[in-house]
């Protein structure tokens, strides 16, 4: 029964947070719908050549100043008519102290779950990054037919895509391309879209990882009210302070701790104290369960939403453990712990 509630939360709270991502898209769009550009209904595919992406475009000026130019969001603003607009959620990497945006390139990845490794000369401590989820818009040009009278031109491989929106118009290129040059510009497209589908990857397995965070706290507040351990508490504790104590003295070790065990009152930054207070009171049974408690509570601070991408060092024996103790786990939990790639789930 447990099971069929855990898959029920689950879909309820991924069904929950598409709601909210939709309600924020319709926010972050409507300035855009009034300053006379069309909203898009959904990102456009692969397969739909008749819109062109705005990195494809510039004006005949700036494409002949440079020609890996692409046209400006001031420039598309000038003639909002001719464009549809989407807005897509990126994930950016930001400096968990003051919010600057950082270069994924210069994080030393190495170093995550292990605060004592030192990163590579010029790079920095994982860490010392979080990320964050932002909204930014990606334009379209809707009317091919109007390019030369709007001044504008393909650029950065963008023949293809002209030259395919004409056809899908009911016209014939005028100049078509050379095999060759068609084959590499269908390349570039493939590459493109490799990298579309890849962000749209991280972006859905993010919001199945919050869904997936939820319902895993629940079933460990509940798990945490018990008056005994659960089955294998003291394995896997006992395993976990052999191999990761720095677990349980890391900064945010303890931040969880008061929302896990169900004590409104406490605050994380004397979570510990409380803890140690209570176990000079508990019988041996309880203070076992208030050990268990610090070393999930280390353990589930780690649990990012981009887990499934830096899998934690022991997520695998952690997620185990939970799982011989009644949860079920959620496909991206199972990516997590090394059960299923993050390819095997559909994002369509």
């Not at 692409?70 to 598309?76: L, R």
């Not at 293809?160 to 390349?187: C, D, H, M, S």
């Not at 104590?245 to 979570?271: F, I, N, V």
Request: with cysteine; net charge negative.
């Amino acid at each position: 029964m447990s099971c069929h509630r855990n898959s029920f939360d689950y879909q309820a709270r991924t069904l929950l947070a598409d709601r909210q991502e939709k309600a924020t898209r319709v926010e972050r769009t409507a300035p855009y719908a009034d300053a006379g550009f069309t909203v898009l209904d959904g990102e456009p595919g692969y397969q739909d050549d008749s819109k062109i992406h705005w990195r494809y475009i510039a004006t005949a000026e700036d494409a002949e100043a440079d020609p890996r130019a692409h046209i400006t969001e001031e420039q598309v603003r000038q003639r909002p008519d001719l464009w549809g607009v989407w807005v897509t959620t990126e994930t950016m990497y930001v400096d968990v102290e003051s919010g600057e945006p950082v270069e994924e390139g210069d994080i030393d990845w190495d170093t995550f779950d292990d605060p004592d490794v030192k990163p590579e000369e010029g790079l920095r401590h994982a860490n010392s990054v979080e990320d964050r989820d932002v909204y930014v818009p990606q334009f379209y040009f809707l009317d091919v037919l109007r390019a030369e009278e709007a001044g504008l031109v393909p650029v950065n491989g963008g023949r293809y895509q002209f030259n395919r929106a004409i056809q899908l118009a009911g016209f014939n290129p005028t100049n078509p391309l050379p095999e060759n040059e068609e084959a590499r510009e269908a390349a570039l497209l493939a590459a493109e879209e490799t990298k579309r589908v890849q962000r749209r990857r991280v972006r859905e397995l993010n919001k199945l990882a919050e869904s997936a965070t939820d319902v895993r706290r629940e079933f460990i507040r509940v798990m945490l009210s018990a008056t005994k351990p659960p089955k294998n508490a003291a394995t896997w504790t006992a395993m976990m302070i052999a191999l990761a104590p720095h677990q349980l003295s890391e900064y945010h070790s303890s931040d969880l701790l008061p929302e896990l065990m169900g004590e409104k009152t406490w605050a994380a930054y004397d979570a510990k104290k409380k803890i140690a207070a209570a176990a000079t009171a508990a019988s041996e049974s309880r203070a076992w369960m208030l050990t268990f408690a610090l070393t999930v509570a280390a353990m589930e601070s780690r649990m990012a939403k981009d887990a499934w991408r830096s899998r934690p060092q022991y997520v695998s024996e952690y997620l185990g453990m939970l799982t011989e103790n009644g949860h079920t786990l959620s496909n991206v939990e199972k990516v997590i712990s090394g059960e299923l790639r993050p390819e095997d789930i559909d994002i369509t």
